[in-house]
């Protein structure tokens, strides 16, 4: 992981989200991008009102990002990392998107503010809409308050319908190597058996992560999926938790729950969402 993009919106969360960016890539040469992104979303104003209140966002952000470098350079005395700052003016997934690609980000890691009972299951709603909608870059989410834990077990979460690669699965398998850590691979069952097509699956996922101790587990489908993963990771006392972002796969109908089962996940532990 030689670039990582860590947006801030100056808050103790994203603060937090930095200092695990830094542990994880700790030892490591890497460039360290803090993002904040800010826009007038006030239709009231006129237009010498508006651009005023553009100057001022403008300034406010340059001066937020600065004093957040300063004060993460006095804490980091690692000489392999280096600090960057970017203010741009816009919407925050479209920003996040077009800096992936301009600055050939490998990581995103975003605070998490919770679970919410209106727009997320158990992240806050600009990191889901960020995971949602962003492509062919991982994204690694921190909960509130937590403080930092070298992922010593893994968990990855799959249904095996879909096929994997080595793109796919190296932000887990970069992770697993500098940890030297266990992955649980869990299934929900859904049904008695895997077919064909999932035992193919799961064959060429264990040939991927050969080099890693690996475990495999089934888990009966009760109340809810996210609910399920919740007990396994207690159960398992899991570091951290993986999974792949599939249009129409098993995280979408995740967040598709009903809100009643959603709000009782609170994910406190790192989440690792790997982009298909």
């Known amino acids: 992981m030689k670039n990582i993009l860590i947006p801030t919106d100056f808050s103790k969360n994203a603060h937090n989200a930095l200092l695990h960016a830094v542990q994880l890539a700790k030892g490591k040469n890497c460039t360290f991008h803090l993002l904040n992104v800010h826009d007038n979303k006030n239709p009231y104003l006129n237009d010498s009102e508006a651009k005023n209140l553009m100057v001022l966002l403008k300034n406010e952000s340059n001066e937020g990002l600065r004093k957040a470098c300063h004060k993460m350079m006095s804490y980091n005395t690692d000489p392999q990392h280096i600090f960057k700052t970017i203010s741009q003016k816009g919407k925050l997934v479209d920003?996040?998107?077009k800096t992936v690609k301009k600055e050939h980000i490998d990581l995103v890691i975003m605070g998490n503010s919770g679970c919410s009972e209106i727009t997320a299951i158990f992240i806050g709603s600009n990191t889901l809409n960020t995971i949602s909608n962003l492509k062919r870059c991982p994204i690694l989410t921190i909960p509130k308050d937590i403080?930092?834990?070298p992922p010593k077990t893994i968990a990855f979460v799959t249904d095996y319908k879909r096929n994997y690669d080595a793109g796919l699965l190296e932000p887990l398998r970069t992770m697993a190597e500098q940890y030297n850590s266990k992955i649980c691979i869990m299934r929900i069952n859904e049904a008695k058996m895997l077919d064909k097509v999932q035992e193919a699956n799961r064959n060429v996922l264990l040939q991927y992560l050969?080099?890693?101790?690996?475990t495999t587990h089934w888990m009966p489908l009760f109340k809810s999926k996210a609910t399920v993963i919740?007990?396994?990771?207690?159960?398992?006392?899991i570091d951290m938790l993986a999974m792949v972002n599939y249009k129409h796969g098993f995280f979408a109908k995740i967040t598709r729950e009903p809100v009643v089962k959603r709000v009782a996940f609170n994910l406190n532990i790192p989440f690792?969402?790997?982009s298909s």
């Open 95 to 97: 920003i996040i998107s």
């Open 147 to 149: 403080g930092f834990k």
């Open 210 to 214: 050969s080099p890693f101790e690996c």
């Open 230 to 237: 919740e007990v396994f990771i207690n159960e398992l006392n």
């Open 272 to 274: 690792l969402v790997l």
